[in-house]
């Protein structure tokens, strides 16, 4: 499955983004979704997965009551609600798509990625 994320921008501390995420393929409801981020120098992190049918979420303890991870299967699309946003959000957001039934913190786990959509916010 090929996996496009989008809706990065700059914006200032305090504000809101909503990232998306579509995939190819009408299977997308088979997988289980998460999206990582990776800031410069530092190693790609987990920040949010949802399971196949949407039903459980888990979130990295950063993001927890301030980003919302979503899913629409019938637009083959997952969503990452980052609100109270701060610089230290700063990063590329990718989206990953695994076969597994469960949610993993770890990025080996996912065998697909979409090339990731960069975030920015100033102080």
């Known amino acids: 499955v090929q996996l496009q994320a989008f809706g990065g921008g700059l914006v200032q501390a305090g504000d809101s983004l909503r990232l998306s995420c579509t995939a190819s393929?009408?299977?997308?409801?088979?997988?289980?979704m998460g999206w990582f981020r990776q800031a410069p120098g530092k190693e790609r992190e987990f920040v949010a997965g949802?399971?196949?049918?949407?039903?459980?979420?888990t979130y990295a303890e950063f993001a927890k009551g301030r980003f919302t991870i979503s899913r629409d299967n019938a637009k083959d699309t997952t969503y990452l609600e980052m609100n109270t946003l701060r610089p230290e959000d700063t990063a590329v957001y990718y989206c990953?798509?695994?076969?597994?039934?469960?949610?993993?913190?770890?990025?080996?786990?996912?065998?697909?990625w979409g090339r990731g959509t960069q975030v920015t916010v100033s102080s």
């Open positions: 393929r009408r299977t997308f409801s088979w997988y289980t």
């Open positions: 949802i399971r196949r049918n949407g039903g459980v979420t």
């Open positions: 990953a798509a695994t076969t597994s039934s469960s949610i993993y913190a770890v990025a080996h786990i996912y065998d697909y």
